[in-house]
């Protein structure tokens, strides 16, 4: 009877403790939807962005931020639908087309602040991607990069074909571009080719850095500046030499011999007749020049690489028998 009772009275005490943890578990969860609430504020996207419409967001969260996760999250939901190879490269090429400029943040108080998150992006200016307040709305321009551009090259950090916005100068240009690229001398001056609205009549404007002209929607950008010639200038020398490997050359005034002195000498075993210098002059020529640089670079030469080789070469006899003024005799 005792122990009867002893059971009953643990049953009950597990139940009214369960029971107790349960209680306690929904007010926490309660406080702590509660406390989300008092976090989470309604943004209203529009404009031409793929996905509009209204989103919960963080009062900690700023426009950038809201943007790229939500762009993430359809991308990936997306992606993961889906097996077609044709189709998921069309998504994964068109997801990020919206505007990234122009951007209008319109508060509840009638505020409209103009953002642009390229600038932010190259910046860091908080001023292009504030804080989220509730009920804003984040409207974005039309987009259309193939009408409304601006494209710059030339002595520049990184060429570039963004999209433009009224009253912008070359030094914005520039700036999206990354600066002016420190290689480059004499930097001072620019062309801009601009169209007609039929595209048939170009006017070609020499303009000086210093000047900063107002730029148009359509502008093709050269920043001028001496040719960049230090290039990475070398030449790979293989077999019987004392230290084979890649030897630095000028661009057009290193000779041969100066090459083999570079690379300590021939050895004893060493043949000039027999030496031969691959260029790019046929297939048979490019095949065997990147199989003897990835040999060098530890790669090793395969069976079929050597007999795709030994196919060339026949092919590129038989090119020569086609086209050669001999006969069957002459052979």
Do not use: C
Not at 184 to 211: C, M, P, Q
Not at 310 to 321: G, I, N
Request: proline residues 2%.
């Amino acid at each position: 009877m005792v122990r009867g009772f002893s059971i009953i009275f643990i049953r009950i005490f597990f139940v009214l403790f369960f029971f107790n943890l349960s209680a306690q578990d929904m007010k926490n969860n309660s406080s702590t939807s509660q406390l989300q609430a008092m976090y989470l504020i309604n943004v209203t996207i529009g404009g031409d962005f793929p996905l509009s419409g209204s989103y919960s967001a963080s009062r900690t969260e700023r426009v950038d931020q809201l943007i790229t996760r939500i762009s993430l999250q359809f991308k990936a939901e997306i992606l993961s639908s889906t097996t077609d190879e044709k189709l998921l490269n069309l998504i994964r090429k068109n997801s990020d087309n919206f505007s990234k400029r122009n951007i209008i943040l319109r508060r509840f108080s009638g505020e409209e602040i103009k953002l642009d998150l390229i600038k932010f992006r190259l910046t860091g200016d908080f001023s292009n991607n504030p804080y989220l307040m509730n009920d804003d709305v984040i409207i974005f321009p039309p987009f259309d990069i193939e009408k409304n551009f601006v494209f710059i090259t030339g002595a520049v950090n990184r060429e570039i074909r963004y999209e433009f916005v009224e009253g912008e100068k070359l030094s914005d240009a520039i700036f999206i571009a990354q600066g002016l690229n420190p290689a480059y001398t004499n930097v001072d001056s620019a062309h801009i080719s601009r169209l007609s609205n039929n595209g048939e009549v170009e006017t070609l404007l020499k303009v000086k850095i210093s000047d900063n002209p107002i730029l148009q929607r359509g502008d093709r950008i050269n920043i001028l500046g001496d040719e960049y010639q230090k290039n990475n200038y070398n030449v790979l020398v293989l077999g019987e030499v004392k230290r084979p490997g890649k030897i630095f050359i000028s661009k057009n005034n290193t000779t041969i011999s100066e090459v083999i002195n570079r690379a300590g000498g021939l050895t004893e075993k060493a043949s000039l007749k027999f030496a031969e210098i691959l260029r790019n002059y046929n297939t048979v020529s490019i095949l065997k020049k990147k199989v003897l640089t990835e040999n060098e670079e530890g790669i090793q030469f395969t069976f079929d690489q050597e007999e795709q080789l030994l196919r060339l070469k026949e092919t590129e006899v038989l090119k020569m028998y086609r086209t050669a003024d001999i006969t069957l005799e002459d052979t």
